[in-house]
């Protein structure tokens, strides 16, 4: 397969973890709930979630396809499935549930797993792997919003 079809097929598949989870938020930043919560001071306005999550998912995707091409195992697939379902579910928990605790449990797991990414593949993936810390960097940033609004609510 080429390196084209991989990419596509791996943003098919991240920008779909980003439709459910936004299913799943159920209007999550829009309710009530979420705008009368007690927010950090560094939390980005509305818009910038959605340039994020568009930057991360590209550059996510292309270091896959890199890391795969590299690194073909079931061990890869197996760990980005993972990354996947804590991405999605973190949505479910924190917005649709309100299950604040729960979230910064999940939100800290997706942290871990990406970092996982980043330091276990980094001799493999060398500069490439610069495309993953958008992701790492986001998620250190979600994780302090995530626990003020625990620790402030």
């Known amino acids: ?9 791996f943003l098919i598949i991240n920008f779909g973890a980003l439709a459910i989870g936004t299913l799943l938020m159920n209007d999550g930043p829009q309710t009530n709930w979420y705008v009368n919560l007690n927010k950090a001071p560094w939390t980005p ?6 340039v994020a999550w568009t930057t991360i998912m590209i550059c ?11 690194l073909p195992s079931k061990n ?12 999605v579910i ?20 997706l942290t871990l797993l990406v970092a996982t990414f980043l330091f276990s593949y980094q001799k493999t993936m060398k500069i490439k792997s610069a495309l993953i810390l958008p992701y790492f960097i986001w998620l250190c940033i979600a994780t302090s919003l995530n626990a003020y609004i625990l620790i402030y609510n």
């Open 45 to 50: 306005p509305g818009w910038v979630f959605g």
């Open 1 to 9: 397969m080429t390196l084209a079809k991989y990419i596509i097929i």
């Open 76 to 87: 890869v697939l197996f760990l980005f499935g993972i990354q996947f379902v804590f991405n």
């Open 60 to 70: 996510f995707s292309v270091y896959m396809v890199y890391l795969y091409k590299l």
């Open 90 to 109: 973190w949505n479910y928990i924190f917005f649709n549930q309100h299950m604040i605790g729960l979230g910064l449990i999940v939100i800290m797991i």
